[in-house]
């Protein structure tokens, strides 16, 4: 195991035990929760906006929930801001190294946006953004590796609820503390499945 | 650029290293397409790229699998697909889902399709599918298409244009794309998207499919450059799996960079593959060639050698057996070694594993309230899920098998009757989660029974596979689809991947795998075993009716196909196999090949013609034998045909084997090659004794002469190079045993409203029309004809071939498709035949067809012995014809019988000459000087007045015998099987050992001790069936000390703890608790309990294939068991069973029918019981019975009940001889006057022999 993402770095702070058994021994049940899918929709509709495909017809595929939470997020200012937008659902893999140990992290960005000189990582919620965006393990992941992939400390991430457009933004701090945390909870994996 | 190079030359390496170098440059990973064959590859070409990446961003790699791209493709631009597709209801994704649901779709698809001229019903979906891949893989156009149809006179070409084409629609209208509707997807998608690469990396760019390379083509003006790795020899997935060999020189107009190592091994390689092309045999040093004579010694003697290798410092991970044949057999036996071994090939059902096959019973549970369920599956559930104590598991399952067989009683009312808080709280869970979706039950289901530990990895890796199954059906059927009939049809979901994904191939096991799968994921090894050389799996041939996967590829461009094109083209995809799995190994290869398979079937041979040991300039020679006068013109043979009539003990098969050992060692006819041998016997056993015969004389041949029985060659015909194809047969074709035969005409009979007793008459007379050749209308009795076309269209929808079916389907193809006539005779340049007096006349036209280039037929045989024609399709007088007309080699001297016995036997044939005419031939037997015994006491002829006097006299004779001989033979040869019983059960009455010899299921130990346990299994607490089950056990030397135990059952319930002194109590409880594996996964434990080490354990595979064929159609242990009991005292044609060479240790009394005598010899016979009505040797005496009158009923030219009459008695006469000719030293003839029936004193008239002439005069 040599590659994390932000939703299994959160496991492993929470417990190596399961941790282990999701990512390593494949013991865990994968759940189809419906719930999960309309989240998943939603982030679809929005990077099908954002890439400039008619969504005219998708559209009728959403429940009556959904289409109002979708036309309410695409009348967000940030969206009018089309010129600004740089890429959705844009996967990433940093390779980064701490005490001489080698551990890449991977995920995707919802979307990013460039202001001037500035990157902001989009990142849509369904419902509730994170109640501590600043200590947020995702805040810290990304901010770290967009650093890395834009060559810049001039970058921001903002979570944006779907439901309720409650915003959030992080500012870019300190690669090595960023670094330090997501480090701190590797170690806690033992030495012999850091491979 | 192009870089030719093979899986050793780190070719990978440098396809990252020019990825690198690009990305260095200024590339952006965005515009880097790499492409790798699979899974595996990609994600090794991953790790390799994070590996020699600098720190930092690496970027959006876009590494794809063949298939990945389109998958990827699809999701990326899936709104383009969306938009343009003309159904309503849209997705916001697209159903990129499994097999399962798009096989569910096509199934309704084609519901109302006939399907002309196309025979097989029962896997036409699946062959549909086949089709559709080659389609697709191969990025056919309509054109294209119809081109094939015309060059394959495909009859119903039209009807699967109108079925692929409603399902696509069908998936279109789902949203439902499995990975190949999705290559179809992406062939229209990227003609719309602007191309975003500049740069392509290609690895294995020798197994890309057209559909691929039609993409690269179509970006190629957009491509700055393009990196590709190619193995010229390579393309190991040509075929069905769609590879194409393309020309990458030609393509990007540049020449290839040569990376291939110049070693000896990328030599040998090379050679391999050009000898395999040019059908030469190669000998390489490093390879280990060996041949064995049964499967099981095989693998054994792999696994020896695996330990043997482990000892020596071998790491398990260098180590590697290929097979095609991973099943589970192999597996069990491989499972023995201590240590880990994976199996990366063979495909099972997901409730093959018991704690899988458990939680979808619960899940069928939790939706149906009314229902019943196997005992067996309950105790499963009860100690696998609800982890119930043992002893109440078993008490619990029982009590609701007395329940539900007494009441019809629903599982669960039953249940609630139980008081057991687990059980309660099982019953309260079902309730709860009732209402819920499948796959939410699913899930609760798993979290609440199943532990998330090592040891259950695989169910829970399996159950995840069935998740995404029930969720791909929500998501693409809504709540369009009944719960239980999707879980039905998932639980017989066949996952043919193993391991479910490649990624998890672990890193320290011994690796089983077929030899695509070893190359597909480059598993290099220092030692490569092939094992199952000989099996014709291993030559993959993929043409069946719809799917030639040949016709079919992209660039075929001729205008017609015939079997040389298929021989030649999968001889060319198999020199490729081979070359590449030689270079999966590093040290030394291993060829091992048996001459039967698991079931004792013949191996027709396979790969194992391509490897040759090195001559050496002294080849062994077969042990000399040095014929008599008699025999000497048989050695003398040059060409040409032959007839050697050979009296009963004239040495006919050694002088036979001498003949077959001359002709091996090339001495009669130049170049010829052990495949140019066809031997014909008429029983497999004579076949098999002749092949263990040859390889006992040349250990080291690998190549058998083609020795086998009519049918087994019939079999060759029709299977090897897929020639049924010719006969518009596909390739699911199945050849069903007696006792599934039985079962349909016996549904048939009674489905025709008649008793299920005529069975019988059926079995034989639906044979004898088959034969016959005649037409159905012809038929006067109409109860035939409707019970022969229920039959008939039973055998057709299911492609169900009979044993004549066989015989008659193979003579149909080599007199209608000369290219399959010309092949076999050119190969069968001497054909040898023995039991020539029994060969029916379809065996001696397709052996004249056969023979027909040479002309070298050789016919063994005795006319005076033809004793099968009354009940077979035997035809003695084709042989008496071709003794007549050609150079006739008598062989009448015969050393086997004292010389009054041989007077007896020609005073027989004397006698017949009056009463029978037709019965012999006049060749008398004569004593070789100085050989033969010359007892005068050799013929005991006597008469009693009851029966009970007769068996008196035997016991005393046979105990006498046994006193003043102990070492001597003694055999009682009975006219019918019942007989063989009665006097075994007489004998050991009186402590006299007997061997039955008679061919029931019950005889084999292996089979009885299965039958035991099972029957044990399946009710501990019916006395009657305990002492039945714990009696046979007890046959077993182990438990010799036990029959306390039948007393014990007596007073005691078996489980009380009170039995725990016995060994045989814990032995067989540890069955009971072992009973949540399958009835076949049982058959094997207890095989390797009993049998382990001993030649017995080779039978197990084959009881374990008589309960999974039972098992496949009755679905529940004790359904399958209640037909085990029933098939058990059946003759047996359904299993080939090997036997230990018989042994007289014990000096046991042999007793058998005079049929099944032919070919035995004995010191001592003994004939009893020879009455009239048992043996008529005089036509007043012959009955007929009623299938033989019937039987004329359906021929054109029926017999007269007098010339029946006459060819029985012809027949006795024979039968008798065969009788009297087996004694060596002395012959009892015994009869009664009267005997005992329901305790009445009947009379009865002794035969022929007893009354009058030449035949008794001289020995009462």
Not at chain 2, 953 to 980: C, D, H, V
């Amino acid at each position: 195991m040599n590659t994390f993402s932000v939703n299994s770095l959160k496991l492993l702070d929470k417990s190596t035990e399961e941790f282990i058994n999701k990512y390593i021994l494949h013991l865990d049940f994968i759940s189809y929760n419906q719930n999960a899918k309309s989240g998943e929709r939603l982030h679809a509709m929005i990077s099908y906006y954002l890439k400039g495909f008619d969504i005219t017809k998708l559209a009728n595929s959403l429940n009556k929930d959904e289409k109002e939470i979708l036309e309410k997020s695409l009348s967000l200012d940030i969206f009018k801001e089309k010129e600004k937008f740089i890429k959705s659902e844009e996967t990433f893999l940093i390779k980064c190294c701490k005490d001489d140990l080698i551990f890449y992290l991977s995920g995707r960005f919802d979307a990013i946006f460039k202001d001037e000189e500035k990157y902001t990582i989009y990142d849509w919620k369904l419902k509730n953004i994170p109640q501590n965006p600043k200590d947020d393990l995702q805040s810290i992941v990304y901010l770290y590796c967009a650093s890395k992939i834009f060559n810049t400390k001039n970058i921001a991430i903002k979570y944006i609820s779907l439901q309720t457009n409650q915003t959030a933004q992080v500012d870019f701090k300190d690669e090595n503390i960023y670094l330090e945390s997501i480090f701190n909870i590797i170690k806690k994996l033992p030495n012999k499945y850091l491979v | 650029m192009i870089f030719y190079s093979t899986i050793n030359s780190n070719k990978t390496d440098i396809l990252v290293e020019k990825f690198l170098q690009l990305v260095k440059s200024g590339a952006n990973t965005d515009e880097i397409l790499i492409l790798v064959q699979n899974g595996r590859k990609k994600k090794n070409f991953v790790e390799k790229i994070k590996k020699n990446s600098p720190l930092g961003n690496i970027g959006n790699l876009n590494v794809f699998s063949f298939f990945g791209l389109a998958r990827n493709f699809i999701e990326k631009n899936w709104v383009l697909v969306e938009n343009s597709i003309r159904y309503p209801n849209p997705c916001v994704f697209g159903h990129l889902c499994g097999l399962e649901a798009s096989q569910y779709i096509f199934k309704n698809c084609i519901k109302e399709i006939e399907f002309k001229g196309y025979n097989s019903k029962v896997n036409l979906l699946h062959q549909l599918l086949r089709r559709y891949s080659l389609i697709v893989q191969n990025a056919l156009s309509d054109n294209e298409i119809k081109i094939r149809e015309n060059i394959l006179h495909e009859s119903y070409c039209s009807e699967v244009r109108e079925a692929i084409k409603l399902y696509k629609l069908k998936t279109l209208e789902y949203r439902a794309f499995d990975y190949l509707r999705q290559v179809s997807i992406f062939e229209y998608l990227y003609k719309q998207v602007k191309n975003p690469y500049k740069y392509v990396i290609l690895d294995d760019g020798d197994e890309i499919t057209p559909a691929v390379f039609e993409y690269l083509k179509h970006i190629k003006k957009d491509v700055k450059e393009f990196f590709v790795a190619q193995d010229p020899c390579g393309s190991s997935r040509l075929g069905y799996l769609s590879a194409t060999h393309i020309d990458f020189e030609k393509f990007l107009n540049e020449k290839a960079i040569d990376l291939r190592e110049n070693g000896i091994k990328t030599q040998n390689a090379k050679n391999i593959f050009e000898n395999v092309k040019n059908k030469t045999p190669v000998s390489v040093e490093n390879i280990d060639i060996k041949g064995f004579v049964r499967r099981d010694e095989m693998i054994f003697q792999t696994i020896k050698q695996i330990e043997t290798l482990i000892k020596n410092g071998v790491k398990p991970n260098e180590i590697a057996v290929v097979t095609p044949l991973c099943d589970r057999y192999l597996r069990f036996c491989f499972n023995k070694i201590k240590q880990d071994v994976f199996f990366l090939s063979g495909s099972e059902k997901l409730n093959q594993n018991p704690h899988v096959g458990a939680i979808i019973e619960i899940l069928k549970l939790a939706n149906t309230d009314d229902c019943y369920l196997s005992a067996f599956i309950l105790k499963g559930i009860l100690l696998e899920i609800l982890k119930i104590n043992g002893d109440e598991a078993i008490e619990i399952s029982q009590n609701y098998a007395y329940k539900n067989q007494e009441y019809k009683t629903f599982v669960k009312e039953y249940l609630k009757t139980i008081k057991n808080p687990d059980i309660e709280d099982f019953l309260n869970f079902l309730e709860e989660i009732k209402n819920a979706s499948l796959s939410e039950q699913l899930y609760k289901i798993c979290t609440k029974y199943t532990q998330k530990d090592i040891e259950n990895q695989n169910a829970i890796l399996k159950l995840n596979k069935l998740a995404k199954q029930i969720a791909d059906f929500e998501d693409i059927f809504g709540s369009d689809f009944q719960k239980t009939t999707l879980i039905e049809q998932l639980e017989n979901t066949i996952i043919s991947e193993n391991p479910l994904s490649e990624d998890e191939i672990p890193d320290n096991s011994i690796i089983v795998a077929s030899a695509q799968k070893l190359i597909d994921s480059e598993i290099c090894v220092k030692h490569l075993f092939l094992l199952d050389c000989s099996n014709s799996d291993w030559i993959k041939q993929d043409i069946g009716m719809l799917y030639n996967s040949w016709v079919f590829q992209k660039n075929w461009n001729k205008n017609e196909f015939n079997s040389n094109d298929n021989i030649e083209l999968t001889l060319d995809r198999t020199a490729r196999i081979l070359y590449k799995l030689y270079l999966c190994q590093n040290e030394k290869m291993y060829v091992y090949s048996s001459i039967y398979d698991s079931l004792g079937m013949e191996n027709f041979g396979a790969i194992d013609k391509f490897f040759t040991i090195a001559q050496t300039n002294n080849p062994k020679k077969a042990t000399k034998i040095t014929p008599r006068d008699d025999q000497k013109p048989v050695l003398e043979y040059k060409s040409g045909k032959m007839a050697v009539s050979a009296v009963a003990g004239s040495g006919k098969t050694t002088i036979m084997l001498a003949l077959i050992f001359k002709l091996l060692e090339g001495e009669i006819i130049k170049n010829l090659k052990s495949e140019n041998i066809f031997v014909l016997t008429f029983m497999d056993s004579a076949a098999r004794n002749f092949k263990e015969r040859i390889k006992q004389n040349y250990p080291d041949m690998v190549e058998m002469p083609q020795i086998s029985t009519i049918h087994g060659l019939a079999l060759r015909i029709l299977k090897e190079n897929n020639n049924y194809t010719f006969l518009g047969l596909d390739n699911d074709f199945e050849i069903i045993d007696e006792n599934k035969r039985r079962e349909i005409i016996a549904n048939a009979t009674v489905n025709a409203g008649l008793d299920y007793s005529k069975t019988d008459l059926y079995e034989r007379a639906i044979s004898d029309f088959k034969n016959d050749g005649e037409n159905l209308k012809n038929i006067k009795s109409p109860s035939f004809k409707r019970i022969f076309s229920t039959y008939n269209s039973e055998m057709k929808e299911n492609n169900f071939l009979d044993y004549d079916d066989l015989l008659i389907f193979a003579l149909k193809l080599l007199k209608t498709n000369s290219d399959v006539l010309n092949y076999y005779q050119n190969l069968a340049r001497v054909i040898i035949e023995d039991e020539a007096q029994d060969s029916s006349p379809v065996q001696q036209e397709l052996l004249n067809l056969i023979g027909g280039k040479w002309g070298n037929i050789i016919r063994c045989g005795d006319v005076n012995q033809a004793i099968t024609a009354t009940f077979s399709n035997s035809d003695v007088k084709g042989f008496k014809k071709f003794i007549k007309e050609n150079y006739n080699v008598e062989m009448n001297k015969s050393q086997r019988c004292a010389i009054k016995i041989i007077d007896y036997a020609n005073k027989v044939i004397d006698r017949a000459s009056n009463l029978a005419p037709e019965a012999f031939l006049n060749i008398k037997m004569q004593p070789v000087e100085g050989k033969n015994a010359n007892n005068t006491d050799a013929i005991t002829l006597k008469l009693f007045e009851k029966s009970q006097d007769e068996k008196d006299f035997i016991i005393e004779q046979i105990r006498k015998i046994k006193k003043e001989y102990p070492e001597k033979s003694i055999a009682i040869l009975t006219r019918s099987n019942w007989q063989i019983g009665a006097f075994s059960e007489f004998l050991e009455s009186k402590n006299i050992k007997t061997q039955k010899n008679i061919d029931i299921l019950y005889n084999n130990p292996v089979f009885r001790t299965v039958l035991a346990v099972f029957n044990f299994i399946n009710d501990t607490k019916n006395k009657k069936n305990l002492v039945k089950s714990i009696e046979a056990m007890l046959e077993m030397p182990r438990y010799k000390d036990e029959r306390e135990i039948l007393n014990y059952i007596q007073d005691k319930d078996f489980l009380s703890q009170e039995g725990s002194k016995y060994s045989l109590w814990w032995d067989l409880k540890y069955f009971l608790l072992k009973s949540t594996l399958t009835p076949m996964e049982l058959v094997l434990e207890i095989g390797d309990f009993y049998y382990k080490n001993t030649l017995e354990f080779a039978n197990v595979s084959m009881v374990y294939s008589i309960v999974d064929k039972i098992y496949q159609t009755h679905k529940s242990f004790e359904q399958t068991l209640l037909r085990l009991n029933e098939i058990s005292n059946r003759i047996n044609k359904s299993a080939k069973f090997f036997s230990e060479e018989k042994t007289q240790e014990e000096n046991l009394v042999n007793i058998m029918t005079l049929h099944k005598s032919k070919g035995d010899e004995f010191d001592f016979v003994f004939i009893p019981e020879l009455s009239a009505d048992n043996l008529g040797l005089k036509i007043e005496d012959i009955k007929l019975k009623s299938n033989s009158e019937f039987i004329q009923t359906i021929k054109q030219n029926p017999k007269t009940s007098e010339t029946l009459k006459q060819e029985i008695l012809e027949e006795n006469y024979r039968l008798f001889y065969v009788g009297v000719t087996r004694a060596k030293l002395k012959l009892f003839l015994t009869c009664a006057r009267s005997f005992k029936m329901y305790n009445k004193e009947k009379t009865q008239e002794p035969c022929e022999i007893f009354t009058k002439g030449e035949l008794q005069n001289e020995h009462i």
